[in-house]
C-alpha cells in the first residue's frame, strides 16, 4: 500500500422515494459528492431538491439552501412536511462567488469542528446566478439602458463577455475548489459528510 493512499468511509447515501430509486436506479444521493440535475423548464428538477431536503432532514442531514430561483416557494416546502426552523439558508444572494464563499465559510466550520452536523448544499438554481463580473455588467448595462431612454436615443445590446467570465467563475470555484472540499469529506478521518446538490437549467 502507498504511503500516499487515502482511505475513504464506506459510500452512504441520502435515501430518497421509492420514485427516484426506480428511475435512477441508485438507492439516493451518494454523500460525499457533488451531484447535478439539470433539465428543461418545469420538468421536476427543484421537486427533486425539495424531496432532497425533505429525506435528507429525515436522516439527521443538515439542510443548507442557496437559493437564487426567482421562482423558489418557502410555502410549497412547508406544506411537503420540511421543518424550516432544522435547516441554513440564504435567499439574498446575489452572485457564484457569494454563494460559494457562503458554502466554503460553512465548510471550513465543519472542518475545524464548529458545525458538527453532516450537510447536503443544495443550490437552486446555479444557471440563474451571475458572476460577479455579469452581475456589475448588467447593472452597467441598466444604467445605459435608462440613460438612453432619458436621452431619447436608441437601446443598443451589450458586447460584455460576462457570460465567459461566469463559466471560468463556476470551474474554478466549484470544479477545482468546492468539489475538492466535498469530496475530503468522505476521507476516514473526517468525522462529517457533504454533499452538493445543483440545480441547473
Given at each position: ?12 447515501w ?29 420538468t ?28 423558489w ?26 454563494g460559494?464563499?457562503?458554502m ?27 458572476s460577479?463580473?455579469?452581475f ?31 463559466a ?23 468525522p462529517?459528510?457533504a454533499?452538493?446538490?445543483i440545480?441547473?437549467?
Amino acid at each position: 500500500v502507498s504511503a500516499n493512499s487515502v482511505s475513504f468511509k464506506p459510500q452512504t447515501w441520502i435515501r430518497m422515494s421509492e420514485a427516484f430509486q426506480e428511475l435512477t436506479g441508485l438507492p439516493g444521493l451518494p454523500e460525499g459528492h457533488v451531484i447535478m440535475t439539470t433539465g428543461k423548464s418545469d420538468t421536476g428538477k427543484t421537486t427533486m431538491l425539495i424531496e432532497a431536503a425533505l429525506y435528507a432532514q429525515q436522516q439527521g442531514i443538515l439542510p443548507v439552501f442557496i437559493i437564487t430561483e426567482k421562482k423558489w416557494s418557502w410555502d410549497r416546502i412547508i406544506e411537503a412536511g420540511f421543518d424550516i426552523e432544522n435547516c441554513l439558508y440564504r435567499d439574498d444572494i446575489d452572485t457564484i462567488e457569494e454563494g460559494c464563499d457562503f458554502m466554503q465559510q460553512v465548510l471550513r466550520d465543519q472542518a475545524e469542528g464548529n458545525f458538527p452536523h453532516d450537510v447536503v448544499f443544495l443550490w437552486d438554481s446555479i444557471g440563474a446566478t451571475p458572476s460577479k463580473a455579469e452581475f456589475r455588467a448588467s447593472e452597467a448595462d441598466l444604467e445605459a439602458m435608462m440613460k438612453a431612454v432619458d436621452d431619447g436615443k436608441e437601446i443598443k445590446e451589450s458586447k460584455g463577455g460576462g457570460m465567459m467570465v461566469t463559466a471560468r467563475v463556476l470551474r474554478e470555484r466549484i470544479t477545482r475548489n468546492l468539489s475538492h472540499k466535498i469530496s475530503a469529506t468522505r476521507k476516514e478521518g473526517s468525522p462529517y459528510n457533504a454533499t452538493f446538490l445543483i440545480v441547473n437549467h
